[in-house]
């Protein structure tokens, strides 16, 4: 026979007169925290499936976040060389999520999309087209990429996350806010 073990815990809230027993740091509202490190690399998946193919995916151009509401969600580019024109011209890129959020004003919920990015000649400065799609391939939504033309040195893909503003997800110079 097993013998049950209770712990009890207490927990004083002294706000009421101005003392604090400790002091635990607390998330912003509305912020969204980029995680790195160990629990990226157990997150991070080396293949990813979009319309019944396995494709690779590319650590060094991928981001994982922690919504407001504690949801992870993963960006990343992935590797279409040696896959048919078709898919090398609608994605490239996957998101996995475990939350609700939006990316550039289309409402993601739980599960796994690919994007594709449709830009403009290399001369214009026009905006890109950003498209979402569910695994089957079905499009999700699709939205204008602002082209920011103020980063000093674009990356494939990152992630901006600053005190008091909203994540931005940037796709080289393309811009796409993440609430």
Request: proline share 6%; with cysteine.
């Amino acid at each position: 026979m097993t013998s049950l073990q209770f712990r009890w815990f207490f927990v004083i809230d002294f706000r009421s007169t101005g003392h604090d027993l400790v002091r635990v740091p607390r998330r912003a509202q509305g912020a969204f925290e980029q995680i790195t490190g160990t629990a990226f690399e157990k997150a991070f998946p080396k293949d990813f499936y979009l319309e019944g193919n396995s494709i690779p995916t590319e650590s060094r151009n991928a981001a994982l976040l922690k919504t407001p509401q504690g949801a992870r969600v993963l960006f990343a580019l992935i590797d279409t060389t040696g896959y048919s024109s078709q898919i090398k011209q609608k994605y490239i890129g996957m998101m996995i999520s475990e939350g609700k959020f939006s990316v550039c004003g289309i409402s993601v919920g739980v599960g796994s999309y690919g994007f594709g990015l449709d830009k403009p000649a290399p001369t214009s400065n026009a905006d890109a087209k950003f498209f979402l799609y569910n695994q089957a391939g079905e499009k999700v939504g699709e939205c204008s990429a602002k082209r920011d033309e103020k980063l000093k040195q674009p990356s494939p893909l990152h992630v901006a996350v600053a005190k008091g503003e909203p994540a931005r997800l940037y796709l080289n110079r393309y811009e796409l806010p993440l609430k």
